[in-house]
């Protein structure tokens, strides 16, 4: 089956937003292909703000998070691959959701099987 971390996090994520407050998420900075702003890693972790209108061109699918941000003033394509995510909660309250562990395949998804339509036909 297909990890569920990234269903729970496009989750989390709208419901944090849908009531006004701000979306953080946890890191584990010492994942592979993790790129962050390692200036700020703390205890090999990173809290990003992911809020609309802290972000660019935010992408959340079932692969990864990835956005552009501004760190100390200087722009940065930031790249979380989903197993690296571990929380994502409301930076207000604290509220939110503690992903739970889960394997993570190392090969990259199967290419969706092309779909069948409908063929028109000519009829005299």
């Avoid at 994942?31 to 962050?36: A, R």
């Avoid at 197993?83 to 090969?107: I, K, M, R, T």
């Avoid at 099987?113 to 036909?121: A, H, S, W």
């Amino acid at each position: 089956m297909l990890p569920k971390r990234s269903y729970l996090l496009n989750a989390a994520y709208q419901w944090v937003a849908d009531n006004d407050m701000t979306p953080y998420l946890l890191v584990d900075a010492e994942q592979k292909d993790v790129v962050i702003p390692t200036e700020f890693v703390k205890d090999g972790q990173i809290v990003l703000n992911i809020s609309m209108s802290a972000v660019r061109h935010l992408i959340m699918d079932k692969e990864a998070v990835s956005f552009e941000a501004r760190f100390g003033g200087k722009p940065m394509q930031v790249y979380v691959p989903m197993c690296a995510a571990l929380a994502l909660y409301a930076q207000e309250n604290g509220d939110g959701f503690v992903f739970p562990d889960e394997e993570f395949s190392n090969e990259p998804p199967p290419p969706p099987e092309p779909k069948k339509g409908f063929q028109l036909k000519v009829v005299k």
